[in-house]
């Protein structure tokens, strides 16, 4: 059985309805990519801060990083996006909106939110490294 | 209240309407930002008739089920592809100016301390610090390098007329740098609420030719030329006023307030907001918080006419030697 | 029990009789009528709170109104003495904060209340009482911030409150704190309000309506919610912070003793920007409700709607420092931020695309609320494009500051919000009073708004070239300012009568006029399937929701909501009644049962409105005294309203369907407040930790020598405590649930014991060390993450000594253990607090090498 808020607590085990993993379709995949954009941003910004705060006015090493970093989280958000094309059934464009009233319907709904999520992200994640190549120093 | 102001403004209005003005292309960092500018403005009144149109087409037009495929992909162009690539060219064009206009070295230096709510200004003379308060004057096409403090909350230093602004933050120092292109004088502002008197917080920005500049600083940096035993100093000292301000060469050191070693040749008064002349010196001493409410200084409404005469005789004459 | 139902295989229902149908309204309507009288200030359902919290917003609004008018009148002219320096201070503070904190973000509050739980077919939300203590607490915070100008008082450092103009008492007197305490309470009320519709969204939707078929209204109550856990917590240490700065002389902002201004700007903003989206998005929820009523179709992109608003929520937080770009952070960080204010820019306008794209495919009719929409498009549009533009970082370096910002930020703020918001009062007038405005009146109010809007704002951006900067009560002649001023002010006064045109007009008494027809504009969601005249329990009948525009896709519905042939047609046990249902499918899991009037969160929310006043006069015992007041309301609120043990595990509810009566653990909608109450709590705690890298990151020597950091030993010794009493409060759980209820009682006391003990510990190790948070920033730092813990663990105790009384009253036991399963989620948050503090205090200095 896929659902696991249709399972009844079990006396001492965990309850019913607790958030579903990614495999089991869940809405967590909407947020998974955009949260990648931010521990990317955060991370970029508290590198740079800190380095520029401690270490010194040239960035060639965190320059670097920030791009590495950007490179892995969008490899990340592209295996999500797999994910919603490939679990969920979401697609990129759509010409007709996904009312079906069913399960199917509801993850493709979810997977093509998340796949258009991914793009936006991976728009950001791609902003958020400009920076990296345009300043050298501090 | 503010009469005096009010007497003197028409005098100032001729030439100086558009002394705070971004676009007065009196500074190469302003010359930068209004090229921007213009560039965002013709954009964005281009997009806005765009989508407006868009919006009244979409309105007039007979109702055609059809389109809804090319309603689609007008979401898609319009609302995500396009701007994307009208945002990410702004941005890079926004960060290369941006590293354009910074810079951590200049050919002149000049330290400003934001108080509450006036500027302590230091330039780096040949023979050590000269410092003056409420004017700053550049020479024209150098690059001069500000290096901003404050003393007591957070001040924001900007002349609209030669570029961007820069906050002055106690505990750190800020740099700014600002190259003058027009010769004038400009208007300087405090640009971040710092309570009180802030809309009273000016300063003029006035712009030479460097071989002017380069005299005005070296008779800054003299001592006031003071007469021997004179009395309108002996009334300063006794009134207390050195305890607060410094006047170079005599025994007046204070340390609170603006250095007023050659306060008459400043164009104004009270951090830029009055005309010098003896008539506001006069009320400035004795009805000092009708002029700017709420600062430090006391006023001094027992001065009486002729003991008030003689300070504001001195002080007017703490100029620049001939 | 709710295993696999097939919601489309229900059994019939049983035949319409008219007799049964009147008995069970009689039923119904003993359950849900409101108060009579003077006593109905004890409602607590959503449509009397709603109504109430719209109004009080909308109170708040033109007082704020009535403070721009007074700037505008001292700025007509150069060298204006109307007012004197001191007032016009207070004047633009109170204006500002008063339109943030008791207007656009209320009002969001107050129409979700008021609309989503008839959007939802939903009775009411989940936490009634928690709806209308939240209430009382905005009026009684929002009166006392506001009332301070009556008395020369308010604050008047700006409603960013820089740090050290607000933080030293030199500079600043009870103005700052009345800000400081005031707001900090009315953000418990708007975190409270959040929590609650994230919890009405996620688990009151009705039965069959699924994620895909969520109404995009619930989708932005839901991400907007979702970004008031997030953005206002952080706003919350920061005041906490500043706050014991003024009143104890804490050093955190103090650059002398170690402290640095700037931290409070970046917990200032990480709140700040967030928040400006926190306003816009709900209001564009609003058009995004309207429009397709009007173009007679479903939304043309509902999912990429969905995918903006998720996508802006995110983004949102990537933009606090361009706040800060003027402050002289490194040129790669401040770009950093430029970056994400140019990205949110296209999420938003997806949004807007949307919007033309569903005129495109449709024939729009001509409406006062689309009149509305269009003047918002128009003014947003505007205020978006300069929006692009500041978020340049040398444009900012100029128009930071500067009257041009003050120009963007209103045409965003009042095109993105208030004229959407005008919209939203003009459609749902109807749906609130089932009376119709003055259209003619409304178009009128509209057009004087349009224009006055424009005279007032338009010019402003010019003024702000021409150098003008924000927040001086006087310039002079020569600056040459004074016409533009002048014309602005003009403007503001002619928007104004727009305004009061419209206000006249929702309120002019229309008792005698005739009832409007039902579902007046023809929508197609929910909210508009209520009888006319209206009844106090909102649906006849939960129905069975298959499609996103139920009213037109599902024919037939509305005669059967009415007929009573949906979920809970009656009120046999004479209970307040909902549905919960499961987040992504909406399957029915069981039935709760929410509390009716009462006067308990009334003086609840006195008894704590009185604690921030008395402490903002710094009477000390007094606010104790209303402190236990405010406890002992609490917990009489809670013990009477909350988690009863139901007469019967199960009951049917209609249609061959059978739910239970009582959940517990994450089928309840309580875990989830608290799970989603401690997110936010967290995030709050994330501030704290945040301050503390600050400091560590901006001061050289934050840490001092050796012999000055808390011992391990001791530190070791009070996480053990606190981890120990964490295990206990587990144990209890488990120990219930095998039937111990003795040892379940002990654990839980027992567990309140270690974890002061841990505490104690903690202190000890500050202590010894010769920590004084008055000396430097790492002191108070130190002394903070540990005050931080005692809060909670004060808290901590009340709970637990409350639930073992339960467990003795026999109202929390084996079977029914609801309270208990909440408790140890909290203590779950209290262990994972106490693990960071112990590496805040003891494992980063060591790695650091301090020690």
């Given amino acids: ?138 | 209240m503010r009469n005096a102001v009010f007497l003197i403004s028409p005098l100032l209005l001729g030439g100086c309407a558009g002394r705070h003005n971004w676009l007065a292309g009196a500074g190469a960092e302003a010359a930068r930002i209004e090229q921007l500018f213009w560039v965002l403005l013709i954009g964005a009144v281009v997009i806005w008739c765009t989508i407006i149109a868009a919006a009244v087409y979409a309105n007039r037009r007979q109702v055609d089920p059809k389109l809804e495929r090319q309603a689609r992909w007008f979401i898609i162009w319009g609302g995500a592809v396009i701007p994307t690539f009208l945002v990410s060219g702004l941005l890079i064009w926004g960060m290369v100016i941006l590293r354009d206009i910074t810079s951590d070295s200049g050919d002149i230096t000049v330290r400003v301390d934001g108080e509450r709510w006036w500027w302590r200004v230091i330039y780096d003379g040949p023979d050590g610090d000269v410092v003056t308060a409420n004017e700053i004057r550049l020479p024209v096409g150098q690059t001069a390098l500000f290096r901003l403090t404050a003393d007591d909350v957070i001040h924001s230093f900007w002349v609209p007329a030669l570029g961007g602004k820069m906050d002055m933050i106690p505990g750190r120092e800020t740099t700014l740098a600002l190259t003058p292109q027009k010769t004038g004088s400009w208007g300087g502002l405090c640009a971040e609420f710092c309570g009180g008197a802030h809309a009273l917080m000016r300063f003029d920005a006035v712009v030479m030719e460097p071989e002017d500049f380069d005299a005005w600083l070296a008779a800054e940096a003299a001592p006031a030329q003071v007469a021997e035993g004179d009395p309108g100093l002996a009334i300063f000292l006794e009134e207390g006023c050195g305890a607060c301000h410094s006047i170079r060469g005599t025994q007046a050191a204070g340390p609170v307030g603006p250095d007023l070693t050659h306060v008459a040749a400043r164009e104004r008064l009270g951090a830029g907001i009055y005309a010098m002349n003896a008539d506001n010196m006069a009320r400035w001493i004795t009805e000092t918080h009708e002029m700017k409410p709420g600062i430090d200084m006391p006023p001094y409404p027992d001065l009486d006419g002729a003991r008030l005469d003689r300070l504001v005789t001195f002080l007017m004459s703490l100029d620049h030697a001939e | 029990m709710t295993q696999e139902i097939d919601l489309s295989k229900l059994a019939p229902p049983e035949p319409f009789d008219e007799a049964r149908d009147k008995a069970q309204r009689a039923r119904l309507m003993t359950v849900w009528q409101e108060p009579p009288g003077w006593k109905i200030i004890t409602a607590v359902n959503n449509s009397h709170i709603g109504k109430w919290y719209l109004l009080t917003s909308f109170a708040f609004f033109v007082f704020a109104g009535i403070l721009a008018l007074m700037i505008r009148a001292q700025l007509a002219v150069p060298n204006n003495d109307l007012f004197s320096q001191q007032l016009y201070n207070q004047l633009f503070t109170l204006h500002g904060t008063a339109m943030m904190f008791l207007f656009a973000v209320p009002i969001f509050e107050a129409v979700a209340i008021l609309i989503l739980p008839e959007i939802l077919g939903a009775r009411d939300l989940p936490f009634p009482r928690l709806s209308a203590f939240g209430y009382w607490c905005f009026l009684i915070g929002g009166v006392f911030v506001c009332g301070s100008i009556l008395f020369g008082v308010a604050p008047d450092g700006g409603w960013f409150m820089y740090t050290p103009l607000s933080s030293n008492t030199e500079y600043s007197g009870l103005g700052a704190d009345i800000w400081l305490l005031g707001l900090s309470f009315i953000e418990v009320s708007s975190i409270a309000a959040a929590v609650e519709l994230i919890v009405g969204v996620l688990k009151c939707r009705p039965p069959g309506m699924r994620l895909n078929l969520m109404p995009l209204y619930c989708w932005y109550v839901l991400v907007v919610a979702g970004m008031i856990l997030f953005a206002f917590p952080p706003l919350i240490a920061g005041d906490l912070l500043l706050e014991m700065e003024r009143a104890f002389g804490w050093a955190f902002f103090d650059v002398d003793r170690g402290g640095d201004p700037m931290l409070w700007q970046h917990l200032f903003w990480i709140f700040g920007h967030p928040e400006v989206y926190i306003v816009f998005l709900p209001s564009i929820a609003l058009i995004a409700t309207m429009l397709p009523t009007f173009a007679g179709r479903p939304m043309v992109g509902h999912s990429w709607i969905v995918l903006s608003a998720i996508g802006v929520a995110f983004l949102s937080f990537g933009l606090w420092v361009h706040h800060m770009f003027t402050t002289g952070l490194p040129e790669i960080s401040l770009s950093f931020f430029s970056a994400a204010s140019e990205a949110v820019a296209v999420p938003t306008g997806i949004q807007i695309f949307c919007f033309i794209a569903t005129m495109l495919v449709s024939k729009l009719r001509p409406s006062v609320p689309m009149l509305f929409a269009g003047g918002a498009l128009a003014i947003f549009v505007f205020g978006g494009l300069t929006g692009v533009m500041v978020a340049l970082v040398p444009f900012d370096w100029q128009a930071h500051d500067s009257y041009f910002v003050v120009a963007h930020l209103h045409y965003t703020l009042i095109g993105g919000m208030l004229f959407p918001l005008m919209a939203g009062i003009c459609y749902w007038y109807p749906f609130v009073t089932q009376r119709a405005m003055n259209d003619r009146a409304s178009r009128w109010a509209f057009w004087l708004m349009f224009g006055g809007f424009n005279l007032a704002f338009l010019p402003m951006h010019w003024t702000g070239i021409m150098g003008m900067p924000r927040r001086v009560w006087t310039y002079d002649l020569s600056d040459g300012w004074a016409v533009l001023n002048m014309v602005s002010t003009i403007g503001a006064f002619v928007f104004a009568a727009g305004f009061a045109a419209l206000a006249a007009n929702v309120l002019w008494p229309r008792g005698k006029a005739p009832l409007v027809a039902r579902n007046i504009w023809n929508a197609g969601t929910m909210e508009w399937s209520g009888e006319v005249p209206g009844k106090p329990w909102g649906a006849r009948s939960i129905p069975y929701i298959h499609t996103r525009y139920p009213l037109w896709e599902q024919p037939g519905l509305v005669e059967q909501i009415d007929r009573g042939e949906w979920f809970l047609p009656d009120a046999e046990e004479g209970k307040r009644e909902l549905i919960v249902t499961d987040i992504l499918d909406a399957r029915p899991l069981y039935v709760q049962r929410v509390g009716g009037p009462t006067f308990l969160t009334l003086g609840s929310a006195f008894c704590l409105g009185t604690v921030f006043i008395l402490a903002t006069f710094h009477l000390w015992s007094l606010a104790l005294a209303f402190g236990a007041g405010f406890i002992g309301f609490t917990l009489w609120w809670l013990w009477t309203g909350t988690s009863e043990i139901p007469e019967r595990p199960s009951k049917p509810v209609g249609r061959g369907l059978t739910l239970p009566t009582y959940a517990q653990g994450n089928r309840s909608p309580g875990w989830w407040a608290v799970f989603i109450t401690m997110t936010g709590d967290m995030t709050a705690f994330m501030g704290l930790v945040f301050s503390y890298f600050f400091y560590w990151t901006a001061l050289p020597d934050f840490f001092p020598v050796a012999a000055q950091i808390p011992a391990l030993h001791w530190l070791l010794l009070g996480l053990g405590g606190l981890i120990v009493g964490w295990l206990m409060s587990v144990g209890a759980r488990r120990q219930l649930g095998q039937g111990a209820r003795g040892t379940a009682m002990a654990l839980l006391l027992g567990a309140v014991l270690a974890g002061f003990a841990g505490l104690g510990a903690w202190a000890f190790a500050a202590h010894e060390a010769g920590l004084d948070p008055t000396v430097h920033s790492f002191d108070a730092m130190v002394w903070m993450l540990v005050l931080w813990m005692g809060l909670h663990l004060l808290l901590n105790a009340v709970m637990h000594v409350y639930v073992a009384a339960r467990i003795w009253a026999d109202i929390c036991n084996p079977d029914y253990r609801a309270d208990l399963m909440n408790l140890t989620l909290f203590t779950h948050f209290l262990a994972l607090t106490a693990i960071v503090i112990f590496i805040l205090l003891a494992v980063f200095p060591m790695l650091m090498g301090a020690v």
């Fill in chain 1, 1 to 138: 059985m896929r659902h696991e808020s249709d399972k009844q607590p079990g006396r001492f085990g965990p309850p019913g309805d607790a958030p579903r993993v990614i495999d089991q379709g869940s809405v967590w995949i909407m947020v998974a990519a955009p949260t990648l954009w931010a521990i990317h941003f955060v991370a970029s910004y508290v590198l740079a801060a800190t380095w520029c705060a401690k270490a010194g006015p040239a960035l060639s090493e965190p320059r670097w990083i920030i791009v590495a970093m950007g490179v892995v989280c969008i490899a990340l958000i592209a295996w999500l996006g797999m994910m919603a094309v490939r679990r969920y059934g979401g697609v990129f464009v759509i010409f007709e909106e996904i009312t079906e009233s069913s399960e199917r319907g509801r993850d493709k709904f979810i997977g093509h939110v998340s796949l258009l999520l991914c793009v936006l992200s991976v728009m950001a994640i791609v902003f958020t490294t400009l920076p990296g190549f345009m300043f050298s120093t501090c």
